[in-house]
């Protein structure tokens, strides 16, 4: 397979045309033409680098970021006398340095929807001169190493995306009939969805013998195989095949590569923020991190906002802790959500501990309110008193943003047992909040053995940090984690659309001649 992807490496960016790529005139010619000078200039690069350049190009072409990368290694797979020319390594090496400059250098939203515009990388010949000055450099191999994703655990998510590409090459997994199955149960189905659990690694090699494998009797061993199953998926692990379960089994090894391929750039992260004291919010994972670099110091359950009302992208710090908050409701959830339930019960407001504002911020007592009952014409605005009532919970961690949007506990914490929890109205609610807020107050100016005392009461106090803390949301749907298990998780914003790189030709012809 080395040699295939050898070959096709280099004829890939020799065949680049000018869509691909934007080269200037004086490089046009021996790179598109390449004869014996451009040997002489470019010395062939070890064998190591070769296959490092050529691996890179592949990971970022299934990523789907940009036609360019597809584009190029299926010209690449297609011409495999590309490998021996030297001008082949450098255009791949410019190729990828540029794109990870631009990567770095998008802002979050753009990063996790995958909108890389504009990209034109440029042979230069100040660049050309780099790389052959690089060329003669005794560390040239960790030096090509640097053009990698700076993910934690990016050499083993390598092995698995190559894992997963292999499989895909195979026969492709069974189709499965629409079915529910619980323990016990029975199902002509069972050997098939046996086969993928041991083409999944799900059902280990040798624990069913081949008649056992054929049973229709849903069986202890292919229970405990269905729940590791879904606990790498984020489901519930009742050993129940359900709708949901059902889906992911159904999912097939190359859409899974595709998947891994975009969080392993996704996980891409500028060097800044992977260097620093962070929280982190993963939103398909429903899971809030405080990282030191990349030691997790601190971790809780979260619920954030629902498809229609979605918990944005965003990079942003905490500068406060708001302890007892009130809640001053945005506008959008008291049309929607408040108002039609004031409309049927006169007494929502004091059921809610609801207050009534005007349009000059003066509490209006709502005996006096002056409204003619419809949704379409509620003149005031609500602030909830704190307190256990209180949506917000007992602590909002504010962070300045745009989308009003921010972290907090809840009045609710029986939503924290769900593991479909895209819940919200955008924010995030933090279940170990109290945890949280002692972490984040330790070795600040506030004495973290008053706050028990505040927590008594209901009167509002605000924390300024000492440092205020990075935080970022991301959308990062698999990884590797510390046990070496491939998880996976819902696209539940739609950022990936499964299905279509499912019904991919290009994916397809990626997969082949990889």
Known sequence: MRGKLMSTTAMLLLAWNSSCFAVKAELRESALAPGAEVSALLPLPPVAVRAELTQQLMEVAMAGIHPVFAKSWLQLTEQPELAKNPETYYQIYSLLHQFRQQWHALDGDSRERFHLKN????????????????????????????????????????????????????????????????????????????????????????????????????????????????????????????????????????????????????????????????????IPEYRLRVLEGQQEIFSSRVIVGQFKRQTPILSSEISSIVVNPAWHVPTRILQQDLVPKLVKDKHFLDKGQFELVDSQGVTVDPT????????????????????????????????????????HSTSSPGYFKRDL?????????????????????????????????????????????????????????????????????????????????????????????S
């Open 119 to 282: 990209f034109n990388p440029v042979l230069s010949a100040a660049d050309r001169d780099e790389y052959a000055a690089l060329l003669q450099r005794s560390d040239l191999e960790r030096v090509m190493n640097k053009l990698r994703p700076q993910t934690e655990n990016y050499l083993v998510s390598r092995r698995v995306l190559l894992a997963l590409l292999s499989e895909s090459r195979k026969a492709p997994w069974p189709e499965l009939p629409a079915l529910k199955l619980k323990p016990g149960e029975s199902n002509e189905a069972l050997p098939l969805i046996r086969d993928v659990l041991l083409r999944s690694g799900d059902l280990p090699a040798g624990q069913l013998n081949t008649e056992q494998l054929k049973l229709g009797t849903y069986d202890e061993q292919t229970v405990q195989a269905i729940s590791h199953f879904q606990q790498r998926h984020g489901l519930e692990a009742d050993g129940v095949i359900g709708r949901r379960t059902l889906n992911w089994l159904r999912l097939q090894p190359k859409v899974r590569a595709v998947i891994l391929a975009r969080s392993i750039l996704r996980g891409d992260l500028p060097l800044q923020i992977s260097s620093q004291r962070h929280v982190l919010v993963n």
């Open 368 to 407: 006096a309110m002056v409204w003619d009952g419809t949704e379409e014409n509620f003149p005031y605005r609500l602030r909830q008193k704190p307190g256990d009532h209180n949506a917000l919970g007992r602590y909002k961690f504010y962070l300045p943003n745009n989308d009003a949007i921010y972290l």
């Open 421 to 513: 929890r895209a819940l919200s109205s955008g924010c995030v609610r933090v279940e170990e909040a109290d945890d949280f807020a002692r972490l984040l107050l330790k070795g600040s100016k506030w004495n973290i053995d008053k706050l028990d005392k505040m927590l008594k009461e209901d009167t509002t106090k605000w924390l300024s940090m000492t440092d205020p803390i990075p935080v970022y949301t991301v959308y990062w749907r698999s990884w590797v984690d510390k046990q070496g298990q491939l998880q996976f998780r819902d696209d539940i914003y739609q950022f990936d659309d499964d299905a279509k790189m499912a019904n991919s030709a290009v994916i397809n012809s990626l997969i082949d001649h």
